[in-house]
């Protein structure tokens, strides 16, 4: 694996975009909850959590040491930013800045699953486990944002294929990696592909259905 | 400790039948859901949370490494096929199924706190902490599973003694162990009694009352 | 870093009074619930995850072996004992008991937060990573009580300003540790600071706002 850097200036910019619309997703969601009303801190509160709780999620199930948004001050910082950003500019937040916060998200969702895996299984962990870890390392976050906000993770729920999309980017990135292509590539395809089916799936209302008893 | 092999295949069989009947319990339950509209990707990650998850915190709390779920396949790959049984023919599953599910449930709690104990008293944690982590290996993965589905877990709640039946368990495997016993004997006489206590209270109708102001 | 026996004496008073006070709350908490029926093991359960559920969730995010909490008995013994006491004795807890506990709370707030970031700081962490440790240490307890419970963590509602006072013991002891001072003097001069500013925010009624839009 050569990463030039010209490589590395593009996915940082592409995860710390992640890192930010996560932060500002959770923040806007917690402003804009009804049943309870959150302050000053749980509106930073949720927004950290759902930009870095995926990642730590997966470093704490990894165990090899501290996870990395509390060694590299970066994804705190950028965290931190956003939920400022949030707290002070939210309310003036139209439907085209939740555009924006949408397609960084999107764009993120891959690259999220993708590193993840590569940690996992840098770490020595076998494919399944690191698979399980890249879609926790991408959906992690945002729900653990829901349970702490009472409820279930949306992910869980029919609707958008949110971790199918996150599935099909570690698989693209698997089957790269398994043909020898350069990490650089993998990654970027397996991003790609993800980021593709959230957008197919936007255009053509693609939703998971319920499998439910009561929806039968 | 020796543990000749039929030993070995005995255990193996009551521990995966307790991993694929709480993925099953845990698949059906999302199924059943009426608060929420869980799709595919919910039914089978309540699947593996219940299945796993116990046994997960005890691996997480005991840091000597990722989770023996992550590392031996086994595991999720029983969760991973019960999860996707109870999805392709839960919608048909009749008293005599959940009947089924209960009693490998049964027979599989004790078995799994004890594995927990052991588990952590190898790590070298004091018996004290071995029992509360032999509980959680017991319970922690359906009451991970209530939580992310919104509600209090279960086992907190007055009714059937669940948590008694898993320090049952786990007090005779350690009596056992205290008397020198072969581990196999001891693990077999705690999941045994485990198992036993919790038949006689679901046939003498025995459960816990609430200790709550509002029942006083 | 000099801590003669007399201060040691002193901390470990205030830390097992605050252990103590947690389990207290969370055990009355469980008790006084409406919605969910608890029996003895919810009760003892609440108490346990809020007395030691902040530290604990330290440690596993620290990685340097099993949480304090496992392997130092006196934090688990203290906090099923208040449990217990909660248990036999909680249906006649009156507003003086009530009071004793939010002192012993309030008075515990600001040392658990600078125990924390000491923890973290000797574990090699970054000191932001190191202050959000300690608010975790200072309200973990509580909040992951009250997602265990269905709800929002209350630490995240607009009212009393506990995560402020937390917040401000871990900045006062920041400043005396770069100061120089020794660790007994900073340790004792953040915690004072906590307990100062939930007492005048409890006497003068300041309480953080709600920054939801539906607040606007």
Known sequence: MTLDLHT???????????????????????RRERKYQYDLVGVLGLALITALGGGITRDVLIQKGPPLAFMDLRYMLVAFGAGIVALLFGSSAGPRVLRVIWIADAASLGFF?????????????????????GLITAVGGGSLRDVVMGRTPRVFEKGEPYTIAALLAVLVFLVGDRLGWDRSISTTAGAASGLVLKLLAARF???????GFHAE
Chains 1, 2, 3 share one sequence.
Do not use: C, D, H, Y
């Open 205 to 211: 209302k693609w939703n998971t259905p319920a499998v």
């Open 8 to 30: 590395i200036a593009v996915f940082s910019v592409v995860e710390f975009s992640g890192v930010a619309a996560g932060a500002l997703a959770g923040a806007l969601e917690a």
């Open 113 to 133: 699953s993708v590193a993840g895996v590569s940690r996992a299984l840098n770490a020595g962990l076998p494919v399944l486990a690191a698979l399980i870890l």
